[in-house]
């Protein structure tokens, strides 16, 4: 198995330092076949780690998501303005599980009543150090559709969305929802809940 001890970093060069922070880095690494590659130059987007949490209301079958307007979206055929579960970043010397909570209560203004965590994994290796931590949520869904949430001071607009679970799988198959947070959280839900033959259409 190929690590960390494989990878020499021949420089690495920050080259912006705004709402995100790239790098410019060149390197050689170790080849499957034997030996070591030319010198490799990539752009990194250090992003950090943040967390999603998947919301269920457990009595009216129902997820929440949020809905608000995404700049990597920009360009989408359909609408900047995504569907996703809440997520944040986490800050240094913050807790995961904390960080959800919070932006739980930011976003949608309730927070869930229990955590837990189903995994970890990176959103886009190719260009981003991103990672996401995904919970699930257990969340009394009651008068949250269409309350209208966000810190001003982060320029957030959101939208809270109460919707049936299975319509909301259905969504990540017809494109209405298309954040990869989102759709992974919701087949992971549709599996616990074992709709996956009624919501999956080959």
Same mark, same amino acid.
């Given at each position: 198995?190929?690590?960390?001890?494989?990878?020499?970093?021949?420089?690495?060069?920050?080259?912006?330092?705004?709402?995100?922070?790239?790098?410019?880095?060149?390197?050689?690494?170790?080849?499957?076949?034997?030996?070591?590659?030319?010198?490799?130059?990539?752009?990194?987007?250090?992003?950090?780690?943040?967390?999603?949490?998947?919301?269920?209301?457990?009595?009216? =079958?129902?997820?929440?998501?949020?809905?608000?307007?995404?700049?990597?979206?920009?360009?989408?055929?359909?609408?900047? *303005?995504?569907?996703?579960?809440?997520?944040?970043?986490?800050?240094?010397?913050?807790?995961?599980?904390?960080?959800?909570?919070?932006?739980?209560?930011?976003?949608?203004?309730?927070? &869930?009543?229990?955590?837990?965590?189903?995994?970890?994994?990176?959103? +886009? &290796?190719?260009?981003?150090?991103?990672?996401?931590?995904?919970?699930?949520?257990?969340?009394?869904?009651?008068?949250?559709?269409?309350?209208?949430?966000?810190?001003?001071?982060?320029?957030?607009?959101?939208?809270?969305?109460?919707?049936?679970?299975?319509?909301?799988? =259905?969504?990540?198959?017809?494109?209405?929802?298309?954040?990869?947070?989102?759709?992974?959280?919701?087949? *992971?839900?549709?599996? =616990?809940?074992?709709?996956? +033959?009624?919501?999956?259409? &080959?």
């Amino acid at each position: 198995m190929l690590t960390h001890e494989n990878v020499k970093i021949l420089s690495r060069k920050l080259v912006t330092t705004g709402f995100l922070k790239i790098f410019k880095i060149e390197l050689t690494h170790s080849l499957f076949a034997g030996g070591e590659s030319s010198m490799v130059r990539r752009e990194l987007m250090e992003r950090g780690q943040a967390v999603a949490v998947v919301l269920f209301d457990e009595l009216r =079958k129902k997820v929440v998501l949020v809905e608000q307007f995404r700049i990597g979206a920009l360009e989408d055929p359909l609408s900047p *303005w995504l569907l996703e579960f809440p997520a944040g970043v986490v800050k240094e010397g913050e807790k995961d599980e904390e960080v959800a909570l919070r932006e739980c209560e930011e976003e949608i203004g309730r927070k &869930p009543t229990a955590l837990y965590r189903i995994t970890n994994c990176y959103l +886009s &290796p190719g260009g981003s150090s991103e990672r996401i931590t995904i919970f699930y949520g257990l969340i009394d869904s009651h008068g949250l559709d269409n309350t209208i949430k966000g810190l001003e001071c982060e320029h957030e607009d959101i939208r809270v969305r109460v919707l049936d679970v299975d319509e909301a799988v =259905k969504m990540t198959q017809d494109g209405r929802i298309r954040n990869a947070s989102t759709t992974l959280g919701l087949f *992971w839900l549709a599996n =616990k809940l074992g709709l996956t +033959s009624e919501v999956f259409v &080959p």
